[in-house]
T-cell receptor, first 114, second 113 residues
């Protein structure tokens, strides 16, 4: 069965620090990859997605992610975080041709301190 | 931007009672989903629904669960006889097409006493 791993469960950064959140998945087939963010008290929102093409994808609010097929990874990055980026971040995968089920990682709680 | 809306935001129910969670997906979306998140755990897939039938379901989605699209706008999740372990946040989602990004509602927090 496919699975998604996020190794950082809690991350605390100061404003302007760089961010990288790890995501690995365990399926050898073709996948669609997503990062979702959940701000306190709000619903899951799509940050960015990768389907095919350029493995470096840019999303909203200055976030980007790089798909490295050989490493089964899709890490999320932001060069300079802001206090408003405090939220929980979820990596998720859909198998292409394998239905619509999103498989989520455990999530990373990011706290940005002023 | 169109949103997925869920009601109620919080539901408290006695164990053994039936509960219905309601969702209004985005109007031009064709695929509908339910997920749940038990406190401190992953968001887990429950079921997907397309063309008025279940297209995929997880092991969690046993005979106690059912989904329905009773009219052109609502999408409901029914738990027939709730158990303590059904306490969780339940998220509804919808997407335009298969494999496309899913848009989530705010969730319903279900508390079983």
């Amino acid at each position: 069965a496919q699975s998604v791993s996020q190794h950082n469960h809690h991350v605390i950064l100061s404003e302007a620090a760089s961010l990288e959140l790890g995501c690995n998945y365990s399926y050898g087939g073709t996948v669609n990859l997503f990062w979702y963010v959940q701000y306190p008290g709000q619903h899951l929102q799509l940050l960015l997605k990768y389907f095919s093409g350029d493995p470096l994808v840019k999303g909203i609010k200055g976030f980007e992610a790089e798909f490295i097929k050989s490493k089964f990874s899709f890490n999320l990055r932001k060069p300079s975080v802001q206090w408003s980026d405090t939220a929980e971040y979820f990596c998720a995968v859909i198998l292409t041709g394998g239905g619509n089920k999103l498989t989520f990682g455990t999530g990373t709680q990011l706290k940005v301190e002023l | 931007e169109p949103e997925v809306t869920q009601t109620p935001s919080h539901q408290v129910t006695q164990m053994g009672q039936e509960v219905i969670l309601r969702c209004v997906p985005i109007s031009n979306h064709l695929y509908f989903y339910w997920y749940r998140q038990i406190l401190g755990q992953k968001v887990e897939f429950l079921v997907s629904f397309y063309n008025n039938e279940i297209s995929e379901k997880s092991e969690i989605f046993d005979d106690q669960f059912s989904v329905e699209r009773p009219d052109g706008s609502n999408f409901t999740l029914k738990i027939r006889s709730t158990k303590l372990e059904d306490s969780a946040m339940y998220f509804c989602a919808s997407s335009e097409r298969q494999g496309q990004p899913q848009h989530f509602g705010d969730g319903t927090r279900l508390s079983i006493l």
